[in-house]
């Protein structure tokens, strides 16, 4: 039932925008969407917060995901670029690994 609010939010977001719509756009979009809000539910499920409040999240994580995918995406391609720059334990000097 999750996925099917987080696509129904897509499927708003896309109807009341003015770019071109596309099948491709909707075959991304949509399931991307019901994924989201999917992952949302898992994160959200052990919460103690009211059931309304729980819906409309995972109504606007489906009409966010493609930002917050295209987000995710950024942040991986930049930590995989230089990972010793995000992760400080890597390429450090360890005196003990010299022996």
């Given amino acids: 039932m999750v996925p099917l609010v987080g696509a129904a939010g897509m499927i708003a977001r896309i109807l009341s925008s003015h ?53 995710i995406v950024t942040v991986a391609r930049k930590i995989s670029s230089n990972p010793s720059r995000f992760i400080p334990f890597i390429n450090r000097d360890d005196p003990d690994q010299k022996k």
């Fill in 19 to 71: 770019e071109s719509i596309t099948i491709q756009l909707l075959y991304k979009r949509i399931p991307a969407a019901a994924i989201s809000s999917g992952i949302a539910w898992y994160i959200l499920e052990q919460t103690d917060i009211s059931s309304l409040y729980r819906a409309v999240i995972y109504g606007i994580v489906g009409v966010i995901s493609p930002e917050v995918i295209d987000g």
